[in-house]
């Protein structure tokens, strides 16, 4: 494939991997806003087109031969990668920074009132990752693996939506987290919350990139 400023920021993060780096630095959505063209995104966050093209290119001519194309793998491989590589670790992560959110804001909380707000936020978005995660694991997943493409329609608008849902709870801490540069006085727990909920957000990403720009479309069309 040739990369051009018409390509949607989707199908360069599924045939390039490695491209979601360069669209992580930017900030620039590719999961849920995966269908929109690199130069409608650049135009509205006033990034030249030139420059994340090279860079692009930069980061994707270093793709390792292992780096998995998962439009091309199957559907049960795709899916076990999806539930090692997020599902599970998302549980583990997601209880880790709330312990250290409520910490920071207890030991902290008089500091910066937006402390309290991050804590809320968060185990607000815990809770419904937590169900939504359950959803796909009871009843999505299950009914695509068994073949029930036709099926999937309603099930999977709604996960789209919970995931654009998501996508916005993400924005907002990082609003809320001066886009997760610490403070000069924070101590040494409030800059590894900063440090993972900006890899949570990362992998959030990357998870819902997987599932709305490759695990729906092919479910629907196999
Ligand atoms: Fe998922
Ligand atoms: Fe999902």
């Given at each position: 494939m040739t990369i051009t400023e018409e390509t949607t920021v989707g199908a360069v993060a599924t045939e390039h991997p490695l491209a979601t780096r360069v669209f992580a630095r930017h900030g620039i959505?590719?999961?849920?806003?995966?269908?929109?063209?690199i130069r409608e995104i650049c135009e509205e966050n006033d990034i030249p087109i030139e420059g994340l093209l090279a860079e692009i290119e930069a980061e994707i001519s270093?793709?390792?031969?292992?780096?998995?194309?998962w439009d091309l793998e199957p559907m049960a491989d795709l899916i076990e990668h999806i539930l090692h590589t997020y599902h599970i670790p998302h549980r583990e992560e997601m209880a880790r920074i709330e312990a250290m959110a409520r910490k920071v804001h207890t030991v902290h909380g008089d500091k910066d009132p937006r402390l309290k707000q991050i804590l809320d936020t968060f185990a607000n978005l815990k809770v419904g990752l937590e169900q939504h995660m359950l959803k796909e694991e009871e009843v999505l997943f299950p009914m695509i693996l068994a073949g029930h493409g036709a099926m999937t329609t309603g099930p999977i608008s709604v996960m789209e939506v919970e995931h654009d849902d998501a996508g916005k709870v993400l924005r907002r801490l990082r609003e809320l987290a001066d886009d997760?540069?610490?403070?000069?006085?924070?101590?040494n727990t409030w800059r590894a919350l900063w440090a993972g909920l900006a890899d949570f957000e990362r992998a959030v990403h990357e998870h819902i990139h997987l599932e709305n720009n490759i695990l729906h479309p092919r479910a629907q069309n196999e």
């Open positions: 959505d590719f999961c849920c806003g995966g269908g929109r063209p270093s793709e390792a031969a292992s780096e998995t194309r997760y540069v610490p403070p000069e006085y924070a101590c």
